[in-house]
């Protein structure tokens, strides 16, 4: 139901704009975050978006360099991501959360998630 795709090999400083087309939920209700994973790592959140984007969240370590939004009409939410750099190597995952007047940080309060999209920054 959630397709993540945009990962790819860059070097540092340059962008990349991930993906996440969604089937078979309705549109408009769903928070929806992107999380991450590093080799040997947990899983982090790094932003998220709430159902009608009105509302954005980012971790501190990619404020100021990724931007998340959706197109509700297209079914589909995107992290554009600048100014990246080798620490930001990792799967990405898009996920999707029934909103119920929060929004969580947290991977475990996701309801769907996609398969992951590798993104690897070289130095």
């Known amino acids: 139901q959630l397709q993540a795709s945009g990962g790819g090999l860059v070097q540092a400083g340059d962008s990349l704009r991930l993906s996440c087309a969604t089937s078979?939920?309705?549109?408009?209700?769903?928070?929806m975050g992107w999380f991450r994973q590093a080799p040997g790592k947990e899983r982090r959140f790094v932003a998220a978006i709430s159902p009608i984007g009105d509302s954005t969240y980012f971790a501190d370590s990619v404020k100021g360099r990724f931007a998340i939004s959706r197109d509700n009409a297209k079914n589909t939410v995107y992290l554009q991501m600048n100014t990246l750099k080798p620490e930001d190597t990792a799967v990405y995952y898009c996920?999707?959360?029934?909103?119920?007047?929060?929004?969580?940080?947290?991977?475990?309060?996701?309801?769907?998630w996609g398969q992951g999209t590798q993104v690897t920054v070289s130095s």
């Open positions: 996920a999707a959360d029934l909103y119920r007047g929060t929004v969580y940080y947290t991977g475990g309060n996701y309801d769907y």
């Open positions: 078979g939920l309705t549109s408009g209700i769903y928070v």
